[in-house]
């Protein structure tokens, strides 16, 4: 079945410093994909998504590239903040059939003033 | 835009009792809703999907007796724990999307203690 990677955390990062969380995923289909934060107490909110190969989703300075060679979704910042710290879910949803999302585990990210 | 509100997003109850989450879209009509239960320090589980006027689906594992889904309304969905007992303290996120196809917006949560 369809499943998402994501490396482990926490990661400590220092205000300013650049950010790259690994996603790796498995799907039989075309799926899209997202990434998710979610800030200490509160639910999910999405991020960025990407539906196709080659597509780069962006918001709030974050980055993500759809690699269908590598089936990768990593999420890059190029300056945190401390305000960034939060878990971020990488997820992909089968869009071949009912929209119900696979979530990665989640990582922790820690930014220090 | 598409807001999803919970309610309450922190409980607290005794063993045995019952607690009812809500799960409204406010400004769509939800033919989809989902809840979740999240561990701590883990992702979201999947617990069941419940459409509009139907039963919900339940995934595997998930007691339907125990946990029981409602989503009466296109706006509303509401989850029961029944007899509550402390393992089922948790975090709740519920998510609604416009139908199957469209991605879902997701709750606040909700933080349920069982003492």
């Known amino acids: 079945g369809d499943s998402v990677t994501q490396m482990e955390g926490p990661v400590t990062l220092s205000e300013e410093a650049f950010l790259t969380i690994n996603c790796t995923y498995t799907?039989?289909?075309?799926?899209?994909l997202f990434w998710y934060v979610q800030y200490p107490g509160e639910g999910l909110q999405l991020l960025l998504k990407?539906?196709?190969?080659?597509d780069k989703g962006s918001n709030k300075g974050f980055e993500a590239t759809y690699r269908k060679e590598t089936t990768s979704f990593h999420l890059e910042k190029g300056s945190v903040q401390v305000s960034d710290s939060a878990v971020y879910f990488c997820?992909?949803?089968?869009?071949?059939?009912?929209?119900?999302?696979?979530f990665g585990r989640g990582t922790s990210l820690i930014v220090h003033p | 835009g598409a807001v999803v509100s919970q309610h309450p997003s922190r409980v607290i109850c005794k063993s045995g009792t019952s607690v009812k989450i809500e799960c409204r879209s406010l400004?769509?009509?939800?033919?989809?809703m989902f809840w979740y239960r999240q561990f701590p320090k883990q992702s979201l589980m999947l617990m069941a999907t419940?459409?509009?006027?139907?039963?919900?689906?339940?995934e595997q594992g998930v007691e339907k007796d125990k946990f029981l889904i409602n989503h009466a309304s296109l706006t509303l969905s509401t989850l029961t724990v029944t007899s509550a007992h402390p393992e089922d303290s948790s975090f709740y996120i519920c998510?609604?999307?416009?139908?199957?196809?469209?991605?879902?917006?997701f709750g606040q949560g909700t933080r349920l203690t069982v003492v």
């Open positions: 998510s609604a999307s416009r139908d199957k196809q469209t991605e879902a917006f």
């Open positions: 799907a039989t289909g075309y799926p899209s």
């Open positions: 990407a539906t196709k190969a080659d």
């Open positions: 997820a992909l949803s089968d869009t071949g059939g009912s929209y119900i999302p696979t």
């Open positions: 400004d769509f009509q939800a033919t989809t």
């Open positions: 419940s459409n509009e006027g139907s039963k919900a689906t339940y």
